[in-house]
């Protein structure tokens, strides 16, 4: 059962926060629904799930009855249902991207900054987003290198219609999930750096990262939001 998966998904959330000495509400849920049912979406959300990660524009828009997404702004399921995005972003997607999605985790690069800021200009809307960062020198993960991402954050911090609130990776797939401890600290002290440097004018910037394989290692290094879809849908993996 989805429901009975997902407390226990945050019994092992709390637990990891009581070992890092973390207050277990520091910690953010994201269920992630690519490819996954109407009924499935529903019965998480039933469960009390309230933030929603998608990996594609168009399948996110093919499930925007489920989501509320369309509804009149201000409605009661759009007041307190949040949409992640998730996935690569390809800048033609951007147009629609900023109408659905609350936080998109996957910014690459300046050019996308840039997009993302020209088109939630049109919308009015200050788009929240993320920094994607390739902690792995596995060469098919997407993200900026992290000696670019200071220099990135310092020019798309300029934009009037992005607002950058932290910094997201994905840790290779491993049989074990300790070895994803290396790239969760590297991304948390590249936070650090990037916060502390003099003249930084970003207090705090939150970090995405742990997914069904590796989230409760993230918590102990200062996840602050975990992206788990397996865990919820399919149960012990
Ligand atoms: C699919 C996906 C997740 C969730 O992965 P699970 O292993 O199903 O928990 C998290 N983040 C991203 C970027 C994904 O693509």
Redesign the pocket.
Known sequence: MIKDNISEVKRRIAAACLRAKRDPTSVKLIC?T?NRSGEEIKEAFLAGITEF?E?KVQEALSKQAIFGIGQAPGSKLQAFLHLHM??HLQTNKVKEAVKIFDLI?SVESLRLAEEIDKQAARINKVQDILIEVKTSPETAKSGIKPDATAGLIKEAAEFRNISIQGLMT?APLADNPEKARTYFRMLRELRDKITQAPGSKLQALSLSMG???DFEIAIEEGADMV?????IFEGKI
């Open positions: 992630v690519k990660g990996n998730l996935g985790h994905i997914m069904t394989n992206r788990i879809g397996r865990a």
